[in-house]
């Protein structure tokens, strides 16, 4: 029987456990590790089969180690997709996708919500390759589609978006890329496929930073692109010649993560859920921003495509910037730092770090004002949260 035949119709919690799992002669229960950077032929015919590609097996673990394939066959299980190729980072994920699926002349339309560094991946690094880009309210259909010229050739987009949690309506989305001959491609880093999976409503990529829930405790860097098996021919020939490749221990630690996905989410979730209602009953706070406030501008979208609302929420100081730093400062609990989808709960204030080097301007049109905090609520006890925001909060007014 093929491992896709029995994994049909099984939860995503029994996929996340299972899913992918070769185990060596040794019979060992947790995943085996390779710390190998090459592999050993039989013979030379072997290895000049396996480099012609006329035999299929391990040659060098810039492209294939058996530790990053369970993880690889794993998370596109998860995703519901054919395949999955897993890279250095986040961020990498994000390159292997567009060096993989593009080349000079041709257009990308993609959301202006998007992580700073992406903004800057499109920006200066793409544009030096002639991949030019046109940024685009993420909730305007219309802009999207009065973007398009005739060499567009991907449709990008964060749904939520980091850090507004703003929600892209997929399905439309995939429908104006796939009339366009363009392909549709997904971060997925704040949901998860747990949460949310784009291809069900017509992604043809999904990314992800597996830095963030699919590690689940801040330890590794890692990426993937998940989607269908042409559609990943490219990025995984960039993969294989550029070699922004994930180690197999990363990948070992993040397959530990992610069997413990499901259960994390629905923690975090529950978590932003009770924090996000009570920031909204401060008058401290201006405006909270998650998507599972019945006000959030896309309720209707979340629960057409979310599971849950996720675990990530930001909120305005009527103060501005002076008070969401001297907030920040006053926090014991919460960690100061640039990172989403710990154990441990963060504070990140946005317009100062993972957006800085995104102009002033187009913060100010993507809507990040200075005094905007973002939370990544963790697995903390949530009385213990509330309470350290509280006392910070009681602090700033003394
Ligand atoms: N996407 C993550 C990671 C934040 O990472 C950074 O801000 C590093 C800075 C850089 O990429 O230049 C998040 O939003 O927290």
Redesign the pocket.
């Known amino acids: 029987m093929k491992d896709e035949d029995w994994l049909a119709g099984l939860h995503p919690e029994t996929l996340a456990i299972r899913a992918g799992t070769q185990r060596t002669a040794e019979g060992e229960h947790s995943e085996a590790i390779f710390p190998t950077s090459s592999f050993v032929f039989a013979s030379a015919e072997e290895a000049a089969e396996r480099f012609a590609g006329r035999e299929a097996g391990n040659i060098y673990a810039r492209f294939t180690n058996p530790t990053t394939r369970i993880l690889e066959e794993r998370l596109a299980a998860l995703e519901g997709a054919d395949d999955c190729i897993t890279t250095a980072s ?2 990498a994920a994000c390159l292997t996708a567009f060096m993989g699926s593009l080349q000079a002349g041709d257009h990308i339309v993609a959301s202006r919500s998007l ?3 992406t903004v ?1 991946l499109l920006q200066k690094i793409l544009a030096r390759f002639a991949v030019e880009t046109t940024f685009v309210p993420l909730t305007d259909l219309s802009a999207w589609e009065a973007a398009i010229r005739p060499n567009t050739r991907m449709l990008f987009l964060e749904t939520p978006s ?2 507004l949690t703003e929600v892209g309506d997929l399905e439309a989305l995939a429908r104006l890329a796939h009339a366009h001959d363009a392909l549709l491609v997904v971060d997925n ?1 704040f949901c998860t496929p747990v949460l949310q999976q784009p291809m069900r409503w017509g992604a043809d990529l999904v990314l992800h ?1 597996n ?2 829930y699919i590690d689940g405790q801040g330890r590794t860097l890692g990426g993937a692109v998940c989607g269908r098996r042409e559609l990943l021919d490219g990025p995984r020939n960039f993969l294989r010649t550029a070699g922004p490749s994930l180690s197999p221990f990363n990948a070992w630690v993040q397959l530990k993560g992610v069997e413990t996905l499901s259960l994390r989410m629905e923690r975090h979730c529950a978590n932003a859920a009770d924090l996000a209602a009570w920031l909204q009953s401060l008058p401290e706070v201006e405006k909270v921003y998650y998507p599972g406030l019945p006000e959030h501008p896309q309720a209707d979208l979340v629960h057409k495509q979310q599971r849950l609302p996720g675990g990530i929420l930001s909120f305005v100081l009527r103060d501005g910037q002076p008070a969401a730093w001297a907030l920040m400062d006053r926090l014991r609990i919460f960690s100061r730092t ?3 989808g710990d154990a441990k709960s963060t504070v ?1 204030h946005p317009a100062s ?2 957006h800085s ?1 995104v102009s002033a301007e187009e913060r100010q049109a993507a809507g990040i004002q200075d005094g905007l905090l973002r939370l990544s609520v963790g697995l903390e006890h949530v009385d213990d949260l509330r309470e350290d925001l509280q006392r910070a909060l009681a602090d700033l007014s003394r």
Do not use: D, E, V, Y
């Open positions: 986040g961020m992580f700073g560094t800057q980091n850090p880093c930073s830095t963030k640039a990172n989403l990140t770090t993972t080097r």
